[in-house]
């Protein structure tokens, strides 16, 4: 089981970055897919999880200006990043979890990727 983050980088304010999440060795949809993402020198905190039934979950139960999206054909894991702010510089880290039995918005998932780097400039 393995899930590799792309589509990090710079980018200036108010502008946009989609990341991607690919899955390998277990089926995207029959998991509990999310984002999270860390600051320099800061814990970690959710972003947003899309369900096996492919509903969603966001903090506050709103959306904002983040999307959480998942192609079930390309077995990926997306997240659509709009109006990009300087303080959403962090690294974004996919998980995964095969059942989900805890609060989603804690970092309690069993697979995790790497990360990808996001710089958001003024």
């Known amino acids: 089981v393995q899930v590799v983050e792309y589509g990090g980088g710079s980018v200036q304010t108010r502008g946009s970055l989609r990341l991607s999440c690919v899955a390998s060795?277990?089926?995207?949809?029959?998991?509990?897919m999310a984002w999270f993402r860390q600051p320099p020198g800061q814990e970690r905190e959710w972003i947003a999880t899309?369900?096996?039934?492919?509903?969603?979950a966001y903090p506050g139960g709103e959306k904002g200006r983040f999307t959480i999206s998942r192609d079930d054909d390309e077995n990926t894991l997306y997240l659509q990043m709009d109006n990009l702010k300087p303080e959403d510089t962090a690294m974004y880290y996919c998980?995964?979890?095969?059942?989900?039995?805890?609060?989603?918005?804690?970092?309690?998932?069993?697979?995790w990727g790497q990360g990808t780097q996001v710089t958001v400039s003024s």
């Open positions: 998980a995964a979890d095969p059942q989900g039995l805890f609060q989603l918005s804690q970092p309690l998932y069993r697979y």
């Open positions: 899309v369900r096996p039934d492919r509903t969603t």
């Open positions: 060795g277990f089926t995207a949809r029959a998991y509990y």
